[in-house]
C-alpha cells in the first residue's frame, strides 16, 4: 500500500510542477479593430491601416516580457489580407496589452481587406465612412508569438534595487 | 462464509488524509505564525511597504489570487495596481495601506481555511484509525 502511495505521491507532484510550470499565453486577440483612411504619399495615395487589439495575460503571478509578435487578418478563404508585426515591452499579470500599429497599404493590397470589411473605397475618398470596423474573431489569429516568462516578484524586485 | 479483512483499506484512510494534513497543516501554520505577521510589520511602515507588498504577492496556497469570488475581484484590482505601480518605480504611500490589508486578509483567510481543512483531515484519519481498531479486535475475536 505504501508502495502504491509513493507512486501518487510522485503523480501529484508532477502534475502540480507542470500546472505551475506552464503559465498561459494569450491565445487570441480581443476586441480587433481597424481604421482605415486615404492618405496621398508623394503621387500616390495610400491606405493607412491603424490596427488595435488587446492581448491578455491571464496569469497571476507570470508577467511576459519583450513581447514581439505577428497578427494575420484573413478572409473567409484563409487568405491573409493583413500582416501586422507588433511588439510590447511588458504585459503584468491580469493587465491587457494593446497592440496599435499603423501599416500602410497600396490599393491593390487594400482591396481585399475592404471587401472582407464591406467598406466601399468610394466612401472612404469621399468621407462618407469613416472606415472603423471590427474584425471577426474567425478571421483573425495570432501567427506568431514570441515573449519571455518572468515571475512577477522577481521582476518587481530587480525595479526595486 | 470468508470474512473479508478491511484492514488495508483503513490503513489507507489512516495515511492518505494524514499526509495531505501534515502537508496542507504546515504550509498554512508557517504562513499564519511567520509570513502574516511579518507582511503585517513590514506593510506598517511606509519604509517597507514596497517590501511588505513582495512577501505578500506570493499567494497562500488556499488564497490564491486567480479566483473569481467577490473577494478575489477587489484583491485583483489591488495586485494589478501595485504591481504596475512598482513596475514603473512609484512609491506605495500611507494613504494605499488599506488595499496592503486587504490582500493580507485574503493571505490571513487562505491560511485558516488550510488550518481547518487540514483539521478536518484529521478527524477522518481519527475515524479511520477507530475503524481500524475494531476491525483488528473483531478480527481476533473470530
Do not use: H
Amino acid at each position: 500500500m505504501l508502495k502504491f502511495l509513493k507512486k501518487e505521491l510522485i503523480l501529484s507532484l508532477a502534475l502540480l510542477l507542470a500546472l505551475t510550470a506552464c503559465a498561459r499565453k494569450p491565445e487570441s486577440p480581443l476586441s480587433p479593430s481597424v481604421k482605415i483612411g486615404v492618405e496621398k504619399k508623394g503621387e500616390d495615395k495610400i491606405f493607412a491601416v491603424n490596427f488595435t487589439c488587446g492581448l491578455k495575460n491571464e496569469n497571476d503571478c507570470t508577467a511576459f516580457t519583450n513581447i514581439n509578435g505577428v497578427i494575420e487578418v484573413k478572409n473567409n478563404s484563409s487568405e491573409i489580407l493583413l500582416t501586422v508585426p507588433f511588439k510590447i515591452p511588458a504585459i503584468l499579470p491580469f493587465e491587457t496589452g494593446i497592440v496599435q500599429e499603423r501599416i500602410e497599404l497600396t490599393a491593390d493590397e487594400a482591396s481585399p481587406l475592404l471587401d472582407l470589411l464591406a467598406i466601399k473605397k468610394e466612401q472612404i475618398e469621399s468621407g462618407e465612412d469613416q472606415g472603423n470596423r471590427f474584425i471577426e474573431d474567425r478571421n483573425i489569429v495570432i501567427k506568431k508569438l514570441d515573449l519571455e516568462k518572468k515571475d512577477i516578484i522577481e521582476l518587481l524586485r530587480s525595479k526595486l534595487k | 462464509m470468508k470474512k473479508i479483512n478491511d484492514t488495508k483499506i483503513y490503513l489507507s484512510i489512516i495515511i492518505a488524509p494524514l499526509v495531505i494534513a501534515a502537508a496542507i497543516g504546515g504550509v498554512s501554520l508557517y504562513s499564519k505564525l511567520v509570513v502574516e505577521p511579518k507582511a503585517k510589520t513590514l506593510i506598517s511602515s511606509e519604509t517597507t511597504m514596497k517590501e511588505g507588498y513582495l512577501v505578500l504577492r506570493e499567494p497562500q496556497i488556499f488564497g490564491g489570487y486567480k479566483y473569481w469570488d467577490s473577494d478575489g475581484m477587489a484583491v485583483k484590482n489591488s495586485l494589478r495596481y501595485f504591481d504596475k505601480k512598482l513596475f514603473n518605480g512609484g512609491e506605495i504611500t500611507s494613504d494605499e495601506r488599506i488595499y496592503l490589508e486587504l490582500i493580507l486578509k485574503r493571505r490571513i483567510s487562505g491560511s485558516e481555511l488550510g488550518i481547518k481543512s487540514a483539521f478536518f483531515l484529521l478527524i477522518v484519519s481519527l475515524a479511520g484509525f477507530i475503524a481500524y481498531i475494531i476491525e483488528i479486535r473483531k478480527g481476533k475475536s473470530i
